[in-house]
């Protein structure tokens, strides 16, 4: 009876650690849940998101949130302009007939290649999120997407927090 014990609760605590593992791993400390382990954590998100990074000792509210997106079924692993609008496509839909508008489309040099970021604002005035500032990329030849939900229009410290969090990346 012991053993059953024993073994079920180990068997429970491995399944908690692993739940918690991250599917890229980072510099700075951070925790991750996937979409499966919340309900409704991805309540009006796409098949591609793959859950949100806790970062665990940032003090911005804005900025200790990061949805993660997953994309497959990508042939090309180069980052342009173009590339980078169909990524956003799949995050936010057609980027013609949403109510966000792209304001900004960046492509930058990392150390794991090109990546593009994208800042798109909502117009709307009394918006609760008038800012979501988004970094795509590749990592170990793979497209992530991370999206940063800004309370209030980012300012270049902010700006350059993303970018850095991106680049601890792995």
């Known amino acids: 009876m012991k053993t059953i014990i024993l073994v079920s609760l180990f068997l429970l605590s491995a399944s908690q650690v692993l739940a918690e593992i991250?599917?890229?791993?980072?510099?700075?400390?951070?925790s991750f849940t996937a979409k499966t382990e919340r309900k409704f954590l991805d309540l009006q998100k796409n098949e591609d998101?793959?859950?949100?990074i806790t970062r665990n000792y940032e003090t911005s509210r804005d900025l200790r949130l990061v949805d993660l997106y997953i994309f497959k079924d990508v042939a090309k692993i180069s980052m342009d302009e173009d590339l980078c609008k169909q990524f956003l496509t799949k995050i936010y839909?057609?980027?013609d007939k949403i109510t966000l508008k792209t304001r900004k489309i960046q492509?930058?040099?990392t150390k794991t290649g090109k990546a593009c970021e994208a800042q798109l604002d909502d117009e709307d005035t009394q918006a609760k999120i008038p800012e979501r500032r988004t970094i795509v990329g590749f990592i170990?030849?793979?497209p992530y997407a991370i999206v940063?939900?800004?309370s209030k229009k980012s300012t270049p410290d902010v700006q350059e927090d993303i970018k850095k969090f991106w680049s601890d990346l792995r």
């Open 22 to 30: 991250a599917p890229l791993k980072s510099k700075q400390d951070i």
């Open 49 to 52: 998101f793959a859950g949100v």
């Open 93 to 95: 839909g057609p980027l």
């Open 107 to 109: 492509i930058y040099s």
């Open 140 to 142: 170990n030849a793979k």
């Open 148 to 150: 940063f939900r800004l």
